[in-house]
Every structure is written in structure tokens, then in C-alpha cells.
């Protein structure tokens, strides 16, 4: 593409899936990221480190992955919870967030395309654990939407557990 069409360009046509996927696929990403550094300023938090200048902690986070942090922080919370009664419902909290890391891996890992005889969006994934599996599911915003919305919950679910706080999702929230 020359310069002159690239500038032309309209970023609302031609993707291979609609806007409205991309708006939600986007804002499930930045959720997500929210989710992660919570997670790992908390591992700080119940490591006993007050000061987030300490760069000890990052550096033994920093190569973790999501499920090793997460795994982390229940030990952490396992440990603690006798002595920081708050902490006695970690375990709810982390089914939260593997229900909204099941969904947002679906999605990220996943293939999505707009089929153009239909017109309908599918998901298309694959699987080599013992066997190679192939699948494909129609899939609409809401669907999305609906794993952002889990991602937002465990977030401030995790928020409250570790605070003590009363965070309620943004839909909940006085206008």
C-alpha cells in the first residue's frame, strides 16, 4: 500500500472482525492488566514489603507467570488468613480469577474472523493436550463483554480481600 492510501485509510473498515469486537476485545486487554498488577502488588503487600521502592520482590515476580503469581498469592493468603481473617476467602476469590483467565486465554489465544457469507463472527481454537482437537464456535459481543465483566468482578474481589475493602463492580457503583 502506498503512503497516500495508508493515510487514507479508515480504521473502521476492512478488519477482519467488526469494531464492536475490537472496542470489547481492547478493554478486556486493559482490564486484564489492571487484574495482573493487582496481583502482583499484592504478593508485595502480604510479602511483608511496605515500601514499593524495594525492587527485591519485583525481581521475583517479574518471571512469573500469570498462573505462578496466582499461586503465589493463595499461599500467601493460605498462610496468612488465621492471623488476617479477611483473607479467610481467598479461595472464592481465586475461582474468580480462573474463571476469568479461562475466558480471557479463550479469547486471546483464540482466532476470531468474521465469516463474509454469513456475516457472523467465530472463534476458532485448537488443542494438542493428548490429542489434536480442532474447534469453531459462533460468537457474539456479548459474549466478550461477558469475560470482561468477569475479569472486572475478580478484580475487585481480589481488591476487597486483600484490603478489606467494599469495592463493587462499576455497574453497582452510584452514577
Known amino acids: 500500500?502506498?503512503?497516500s492510501n495508508r493515510d487514507k485509510f479508515v480504521p473502521t473498515a476492512h478488519w477482519p472482525i467488526?469494531?464492536?469486537?475490537?472496542?470489547e476485545i481492547g478493554r478486556m486487554a486493559v482490564?486484564?492488566?489492571y487484574l495482573e498488577s493487582a496481583m502482583e502488588n499484592y504478593i508485595v503487600k502480604l510479602m511483608g514489603v511496605d515500601e514499593f521502592s524495594d525492587p527485591r520482590p519485583a525481581i521475583a515476580i517479574a518471571h512469573m507467570s500469570f498462573k505462578q503469581r496466582q499461586d503465589a498469592l493463595t499461599s500467601l493468603c493460605a498462610l496468612q488468613c488465621r492471623e488476617h481473617t479477611h483473607l479467610a476467602d481467598y479461595q472464592k476469590v481465586m475461582t474468580m480469577i480462573d474463571k476469568a483467565s479461562k475466558g480471557r486465554n479463550k479469547f486471546i489465544h483464540g482466532n476470531l474472523g468474521r465469516n463474509p457469507d454469513d456475516g457472523k463472527?467465530?472463534?476458532?481454537?485448537?488443542?494438542?493436550?493428548?490429542q489434536l482437537k480442532f474447534s469453531s464456535e459462533v460468537v457474539y459481543v456479548a459474549d466478550v463483554l461477558e469475560v470482561?465483566?468477569?475479569i472486572h468482578e475478580a478484580l475487585a474481589a481480589l481488591h476487597n480481600l486483600v484490603t478489606d475493602a467494599q469495592h463493587v463492580p462499576i455497574w453497582d457503583r452510584p452514577a
Do not use: Q
Request: without cysteine; positive net charge; aromatic residues 16%.
Open 121 to 130: 463472527h467465530y472463534l476458532f481454537s485448537m488443542s494438542a493436550r493428548g
Open 18 to 23: 467488526h469494531n464492536d469486537y475490537l472496542i
Open 1 to 3: 500500500m502506498s503512503k
Open 31 to 33: 482490564l486484564w492488566g
Open 148 to 150: 470482561t465483566k468477569k
